[in-house]
Nanobody, 126 residues
Framework: QVHVVESGGGSVQAGGSLTLSCTASGYSDHRLCMAWFRQAPGKEREGVAAVGSDGSIRYADSVKGRFTISKDNARNALYLYLQMSSLKPEDAAMYYC??????????????????WGQGIQVTVSS
């Protein structure tokens, strides 16, 4: 069982920056694939960025050039980060970290991830 916890959300003005962090623990093999998703009120969940078990990365077109995803290994956990810059009001949403141990090609499809955090709010004011 993989336990996923997000941190680092908050409020920022448009054009500002924010970094989200995620800790995935409870799995001894560090070959997890992980991703960030977001969901704004009244909208469908959207894949934002993903890192495959092989380190390959995918971004949603809406965040390319503004967001950077990275992953770091520790002894008993994996850490996933999302550095967000040039934030826009439309980036405001609940952000979720997701992970899985059975990994195909790096994907932004939420159906491919079985372990999810509780979510963390990002607010962007204009």
């Amino acid at each position: 069982q993989v336990h996923v916890v997000e941190s680092g959300g908050g409020s920022v003005q448009a054009g500002g920056s924010l970094t989200l962090s995620c800790t995935a623990s409870g799995y001894s093999d560090h070959r997890l694939c992980m991703a960030w998703f977001r969901q704004a009120p009244g909208k469908e969940r959207e894949g934002v960025a993903a890192v495959g078990s092989d380190g390959s990365i995918r971004y949603a077109d809406s965040v390319k050039g503004r967001f950077t995803i990275s992953k770091d290994n520790a002894r008993n956990a994996l850490y996933l980060y999302l550095q967000m810059s040039s934030l826009k009001p439309e980036d405001a949403a609940m952000y979720y970290c997701a992970a899985d141990s059975i990994c195909g090609p790096t994907t932004l499809s939420g159906e491919e991830y079985n372990y999810w955090g509780q979510g963390i709010q990002v607010t962007v004011s204009s």
